[in-house]
């Protein structure tokens, strides 16, 4: 079984936080710092203390024989394109499990497999 690893960095802008809200981030901003993170299945945050963006970072294993199933799509999704999809939902999903409202999330993946083999 071939596996590509892709990293994915979803940004996004915190939106509508409460006092609490901002408190709570506030109190955990040094675990959050952009330098002690890193790309996990499980995703990484990251923000400072400004509390205005932040991101996510997601490492993204896909089988390359076995493409994730195509949402109604007559042509096959790239394997970057099928990273951002998965780590969105992630990143969706961790979100909403905070109850973090946000703004403006995009994503942009990197896929690692290439750069191993140059």
Not at 14 to 27: G, K, N, P, V
């Amino acid at each position: 079984m071939a596996v590509n690893v892709l990293r994915v960095v979803v940004r996004g802008e915190f939106a509508d936080l409460t006092s609490d809200q901002r408190e709570a981030l506030l109190a955990e901003a040094e675990e959050h710092d952009i330098f002690r993170s890193a790309f996990t299945t499980d995703g990484t945050f990251t923000y400072d203390r400004r509390l205005v963006a932040f991101n996510l970072r997601y490492e993204i294993r896909l089988d390359v024989d076995r493409p994730l199933p195509q949402a109604g799509l007559s042509f096959p999704e790239s394997q970057e394109t099928q990273a951002v999809a998965v780590a969105m939902e992630h990143a969706l999903t961790d979100l909403s499990g905070w109850g973090l409202s946000h703004k403006r999330l995009r994503a942009s993946a990197a896929d690692m497999s290439e750069m191993w083999r140059a």
